[in-house]
């Protein structure tokens, strides 16, 4: 089994023991156990607060600095299992054999071996690996981007031949909408690779998208549950069967900001000149909205994560001069509300009813964007909770 335990279950050493309590006894009906653990709590959080203090927060020490935190987790737990008589021993991304690209910071893997693994395995010992985090060719460190001690899991899950993939958090699994946000919210028992994809790259902190990605190539179940609950939690897997809901569920997304370039000359390659740095630097483009030409000339309005604004206009204020564009402009305080189903592609008129919702709430949409599964609106910030809360009402609590 591989099981993965986000910060929020390892903040103190006090959970870190209910924690080891709990693998303790699965250890003793017998399985093979692998774990995945995120940093404890929000030491994430400062250690990129403490690299900004120290005035520079890129690169391959940023990475080494960050992989401190799971390295500190994975060690507690295994002496914590060790002072149960638990045979166990932690692992940093190194010494799981994790191979990852060459960027440090959002690198993808390459590939995992698994040997060592297999070895402490066999041993009878629980294996807990730092999440989050790899080595490149050149045997420095590498971190996988944010919230990706859920990839780790799945990777090693998948590398593994394991049969499911556990994800443990303080939340009983994937709801409707954020439950602090809107109190009437459900728990979803199952749901699709899809929707959670769409849930995941739309705001709801359900888990991290490229590990769903990788679950769904390789057609692996993953459990979202609680970690001390006893709720069994939602399981993510292909759907078949009778249609289900037309929207599963409502999500918010306030950790993304606009960008916007005038008068940008409307001739073709353009957009790449644009568009071609920002990926050169991993960073990625959401949702893209391009005015109607006038004059040879257009405006073009885009959004990226917040952590990446800064980088973002650096780049875009050079190619902005390489191509004549008139201005750039920033907005940091918008919000995207998404509903998320996958009935919606055979039901014509959501769109609609999502956008007159809204319109009757006297909430202005600034940009939209659709898929088969999914409608996003850009709104201003401080009506992105009460977008949600409407849109919940509307096309859940009504159905």
Do not use: W
Not at 74 to 101: H, M
Not at 170 to 188: H, M, N, Q, Y
Not at 204 to 215: D, F, K, P, W
């Amino acid at each position: 089994m591989v099981k993965k335990y986000g910060g929020s279950s390892l903040s103190t050493v006090e959970k870190i023991k209910r924690v080891a309590s709990s693998i303790a006894k699965e250890k003793k009906k017998g399985k093979n156990l692998v774990v995945v653990v995120s940093a404890m709590g929000k030491t994430t959080d400062n250690l990129i607060r403490l690299a900004g203090k120290a005035g520079y927060s890129e690169g391959r020490d940023f990475a080494l600095l960050l992989s401190t935190g799971e390295i500190i987790s994975s060690s507690l737990l295994s002496l914590a299992l060790q002072a149960r008589g638990v045979p166990a021993i932690a692992f940093t991304g190194r010494e799981s054999g994790i191979y990852t690209e060459k960027i440090y910071n959002k690198a993808h893997i390459l590939y995992i071996d698994i040997a060592q693994i297999e070895k402490e395995l066999k041993k009878g010992k629980v294996v807990i690996i730092t999440g989050f985090q790899g080595i490149n060719e050149n045997g420095e460190v590498t971190t996988l981007g944010r919230g990706a001690s859920d990839l780790t899991a799945v990777a090693i899950a998948q590398s593994l031949k394991a049969n499911v993939c556990e994800i443990y958090s303080d939340v009983e699994g994937i709801f409707t909408a954020d439950p602090r946000i809107v109190k009437e919210a459900s728990l979803i028992s199952h749901i699709s690779y899809e929707e959670v994809l769409e849930m995941a790259s739309t705001g709801s902190q359900v888990m991290h998208g490229r590990a769903i990605e990788l679950g769904q190539r390789h057609n692996l179940p993953i459990v979202v549950k609680s970690t001390f609950g006893k709720n069994e939690g939602t399981m993510i897997k292909d759907k078949k069967g009778l249609e289900g809901p037309v929207v599963s569920g409502v999500s918010l997304n306030e950790n993304e900001a606009k960008v916007s370039i005038f008068n940008v000359p409307d001739s073709p390659g353009i957009a790449a000149k644009i568009f071609t740095p920002l990926s050169k630097e991993k960073i990625n483009v959401d949702m893209i909205i391009q005015n109607v030409s006038k004059k040879g000339y257009t405006d073009l309005s885009f959004t990226v994560e917040k952590i990446d604004l800064r980088r973002t206009l650096r780049l875009i204020k050079k190619a902005g001069e390489k191509i004549g564009a008139q201005g750039i402009l920033s907005d940091f305080n918008i919000a995207k509300v998404s509903i998320i189903g996958l009935g919606m592609q055979s039901h014509p008129g959501i769109a609609a009813k999502m956008f007159s919702t809204l319109a009757r709430e006297k909430i202005n949409i600034e940009m939209i964007s659709t898929s088969e599964i999914k409608i996003s609106c850009v709104v201003k910030e401080k009506d992105g909770k009460k977008a949600v809360r409407t849109l919940h009402k509307e096309f859940i609590e009504k159905r």
